[in-house]
């Protein structure tokens, strides 16, 4: 990251890592109405069921609630609307072949401003299986053991 690039985290989908696999991640920009900037500047998003979707060869982050705005008065948008993300065509391109894998999605990790902008960062993920989670957990656990360990040595 540059100097000169100034990144603040909305939201992060802790569940992705949990669920699924991430094989690799891409950031995106995602087409937005004013009022969903406001509400994403107050941290009123709920992104724990979306994914992206492929319609007429354009990705759409679907499933991602953002809240009405408060002072958003008549124009305020619909919280669980499809929205466009903003990629190059190569990138789409490319998205839409691993996606037509079997057992692969495109699920958002977090949301962010970036220079102003909002970015979502995607991920190319395959879902867990139950003895995955089992053997993560169960991983996660030995770290923390020997991390006691060593701190209760010295």
Known sequence: MSENTTERNIVVNRKARYNYNIEETIEAGIALVGPE????????????DSYAQVVDGELYLCQMH?????????????????????LHRRQINYLIGQIQQKGKTLIPLRLYFKNGFVKVELALARGKHLYDKRQDIAEREAQREIQRAIKSRY
């Open 37 to 48: 900037v406001k509400s994403l500047r107050e941290r009123k998003v709920n992104m724990g």
């Open 66 to 86: 953002i809240s009405p705005y408060k002072a958003g008065n008549r124009f305020n948008h619909d919280p669980m609307r499809r929205r466009k993300l903003l």
